[in-house]
């Protein structure tokens, strides 16, 4: 019930189900102490949403997460499942994603605009991140991550690229920096385990101020 727009709310130890996110809202916790299920939930923000220092259990449903949001912040997270991403600024900062199933990603950029990753480390089976949308480009950077595969999925790097669909000029900047991927198979078109344009050539990818497509 504090949960209110534009107000700040520290939470107590314990596991919470999220059933509204109003705008403008922030949500501070203690770790992994703190745990708020958000499952096959797609919320209509229409603002910011901050959430710091929680434990986010997700679903693997596609299209899930905070929609129709200005910016997104998550600092200090466990992010767990595949959330979708939909803000026009999205920063997560120091989160770990967890993700035990080869059929998923720890993460979609899907509807975001700006999207970075700063000093995050994703845990996954084999698919970590998708950089995908049916008509609009995104600027997606990677800054001090560390990507683990616990087993590797044939043709599936790290970062997933599919910019097949983008229409008119539309592309994606992606900008990838002092990131490091482990145990991840060579991408079916890049032959890299770090990234992989599957589909598409709509992209601009730059690796540590080197320019390695578009």
Same mark, same amino acid.
């Given at each position: ?5 534009? =107000? %700040?709310?520290?939470? =107590? ?8 996110? #109003? +705008? ?19 919320? !209509? ?9 929680? /434990? ?18 998550? /600092? ?6 595949? #959330?979708?991403?939909? !803000? ?23 509807? =975001? ?13 084999? /698919? ?7 008509? %609009? ?6 800054? !001090? ?6 087993? #590797?999925?044939?043709? %599936?790097? +790290? ?33 890299? #385990?770090?990234?992989?344009? /599957? ?11 080197? %320019?390695? =497509? !578009?």
């Amino acid at each position: 019930a504090a949960l209110k727009a534009n =107000a %700040k709310v520290y939470l =107590a130890n314990g596991e919470y189900t999220l059933a509204t996110f #109003p +705008a403008g809202a922030t949500i501070v916790g203690n770790g992994d102490n703190v745990t708020l299920n958000v499952q096959n939930k797609a919320f !209509g923000v229409h603002g910011d949403v901050t959430i710091e220092n929680v /434990k986010l259990v997700f679903s693997n449903t596609n299209y899930c997460g905070f929609q129709h949001t200005n910016t997104e912040y998550y /600092k200090n997270c466990t992010i767990v499942g595949q #959330p979708f991403l939909y !803000g026009n600024n999205v920063t997560l900062e120091g989160c770990t994603f967890e993700q035990t199933s080869s059929d998923a990603y720890n993460v979609w950029t899907y509807g =975001a605009n700006n999207v970075t990753f700063k000093n995050c480390k994703f845990n996954s089976a084999g /698919k970590s991140v998708l950089i995908y949308h049916e008509n %609009k480009g995104q600027n997606v950077t990677f800054e !001090g991550c560390e990507l683990i595969a616990s087993t #590797p999925v044939e043709g %599936k790097a +790290a970062i997933e690229i599919d910019s097949s669909l983008l229409k008119n000029e539309n592309k994606y900047t992606i900008v990838i920096n002092g990131t490091t991927a482990n145990g991840f198979a060579n991408g079916n078109v890049s032959g890299n #385990p770090l990234w992989n344009q /599957k589909k598409g050539q709509k992209s601009t990818i730059t690796i540590d101020g080197v %320019k390695v =497509a !578009g």
